[in-house]
């Protein structure tokens, strides 16, 4: 049973474009969570997708959208990059009851030139 | 709002207890919660309490106290493998997971 999968790994993006990022949660997993890590802290909410609908919102701007498909894979868009949107972003599935124990992927790190 | 204190950097030496402290502010509550994180990898979840006690997992346990917003992680027999940041994390309205800012644990020979 595979675990989270997030591609790419690693992205290089110029200030001001468009970045998508994408996720697939495991088998058994309907609740696909987003997160940003900036270096050296803590992962911070995004958003989170239930039944293919944004569930709950962190403190973030509406330049970072998401989406969830029927097979519970996710997207996290980000437009008009900005240099402090370099981070690791990373994608955590659960199921919708689930209070912990929430299952990570690796990551892609993003850097914006 | 929510926020969560550690302590940003711990010390030990191989086959030591590590004790690392997590005080937090909530504005919701369901259960704190440990993940562990090697550089540049995934969080890996360790432990978690609801309820106030101690929970043990092999060599790491992990206690909660809701009456004093504080928890805390107990690392034993501590390995080289083991140096990694450690997050606290609070489960909070609609499964939202809040970290705090991590503690970098250092295990030396």
């Known amino acids: 049973d595979a675990g989270v999968t997030q591609s790419p790994t690693h992205l290089i993006k110029t200030r001001g474009q468009q970045v998508t990022l994408r996720c697939s949660p495991k088998?058994?997993?309907?609740?696909v969570s987003w997160y940003q890590q900036a270096l050296g802290q803590g992962p911070q909410f995004i958003f989170q997708?239930?039944?293919?609908?944004?569930?709950q919102r962190g403190n973030f701007p509406d330049r970072f959208s998401g989406h969830q498909y029927p097979n519970y894979s996710s997207e996290l868009n980000v437009n008009a990059l900005l240099l402090g949107d370099s981070a690791l972003y990373l994608c955590?599935?659960?199921?919708?009851?689930?209070?912990?124990?929430?299952?990570f992927g690796s990551g892609t790190r993003l850097t914006v030139v | 709002g929510q926020s969560l204190e550690q302590p940003s950097e711990v010390t030990a030496v191989e086959g030591a207890i590590v004790q690392i402290n997590c005080t937090y502010q909530t504005s919701g509550f369901y259960g704190l919660s440990w993940y562990q994180q090697h550089d540049g990898g995934a969080p890996t979840f360790l432990s978690y309490?609801?309820?106030?006690g101690l929970e043990e997992t092999g060599r790491f346990s992990s206690f909660l106290s809701r009456s004093d917003s504080y928890g805390y992680l107990l690392l034993q027999e501590l390995q080289m493998k083991d140096s990694a940041s450690y997050f606290c994390?609070?489960?909070?309205?609609?499964?939202?997971?809040?970290f705090g800012t991590g503690t970098q644990l250092k295990v030396e020979l």
């Open positions: 309490n609801a309820l106030d």
């Open positions: 955590a599935g659960s199921t919708g009851a689930q209070f912990y124990g929430y299952t």
């Open positions: 994390a609070v489960t909070g309205g609609g499964n939202k997971l809040t």
């Open positions: 997708y239930y039944e293919e609908e944004e569930r």
């Open positions: 088998s058994g997993h309907d609740t």
